[in-house]
């Protein structure tokens, strides 16, 4: 078997500019205002003791501007998860069949470097929705709509395969690697967040590559010739990988 080489592809994030609000930079914007007002608040009384106009009296502003920013409480806790499922989705469409798993590894990073880049605040979040049962299900309905959109790019995807003749319908297949998907990308995130990985971006290229490994890397037919094509981001040197992808490809070959 040949094993097609694989490119070190470093992984680059595009930071959106925040917008211009004519304060100094030294003075946090309203929204930053707000949500430090919200966690503080939360911190010293308790979520569901605090209210929206203790928050805007803490942080020195208006309910307008307060509902300018926010719908809700509720929605100062949690990222702005439609902004980041359509940047999530805009990442896939932008993949071809061939980049498919490499546009899924692009994703899950997107979405870990968001809260890695929130810092501190990612970590009170995680804190309080630990504590509070409906803080907690909101949670659990915001990874479902991540795990939807995955399911339904790789259940594109693997119909492309199928239709192409080289592989089988499988809806469940399609299913339970959306699962894994965000399930390793939940199981790092976790880790960091309880100060536990000091390197989640290597971590997750780890995690994922082991979900490709499970549902993508098939073991070949001992009679069949042909090249068998693996594709994921990692930062790790190639010469590191290859001996680990031979033995996942290739059980005894060494």
């Known amino acids: ?14 930071r959106v500019q925040s917008e211009k609000t004519g304060l100094s930079a030294s003075k946090p914007r309203a929204r930053e205002r707000l949500a430090e007002a919200a966690f503080a608040l939360f911190d010293e009384r308790g979520y569901e003791q605090t209210t929206v106009d203790d928050i805007t009296e803490r942080a020195g502003l208006g309910r307008t501007t307060f ?3 926010y719908r809700s409480k509720e929605d100062v806790i949690f990222p702005d998860h439609d902004r980041l499922l359509e940047q999530i989705a805009e990442r896939l469409r932008t993949s071809s069949h061939a980049t498919a798993l490499a546009a ?3 994703a899950v990073r997107l979405v870990l470097l968001h809260y890695v ?8 979040r995680y804190a309080l929705t630990s504590g509070v049962p409906a803080l907690r299900d909101r949670e659990i309905a915001s990874v479902a709509r991540y795990q939807r959109l995955f399911r339904e790019f790789i259940a594109g995807w693997m119909a492309s395969t199928v239709e192409s003749g080289t592989g089988e319908p499988a809806p469940l297949r399609a299913e339970l690697m959306a699962a894994a998907v965000v399930a390793a990308h939940n199981h790092v995130l976790r880790r ?5 990985s ?16 499970l549902f993508a890397a098939r073991a070949p037919d001992p009679g069949a010739d042909g090249t068998t094509l693996l594709a994921f981001r ?3 040197p190639l010469e590191t990988l290859l001996p680990a992808i031979r033995d996942l490809l290739e059980p005894g070959a060494r």
């Open 1 to 14: 078997m040949v094993l097609s080489a694989l490119s070190r592809c470093k992984w680059q994030t595009v």
């Open 67 to 69: 509902f300018r920013h």
């Open 104 to 106: 899924v590894s692009d």
């Open 117 to 124: 880049d929130e810092g501190d605040l990612a970590r009170r």
């Open 192 to 196: 960091w967040l309880r100060g536990e």
């Open 198 to 213: 000091p390197d989640p971006l290597g971590e997750v290229d780890d995690a994922l590559q082991q979900v490709i490994s």
């Open 234 to 236: 990692t930062d790790r």
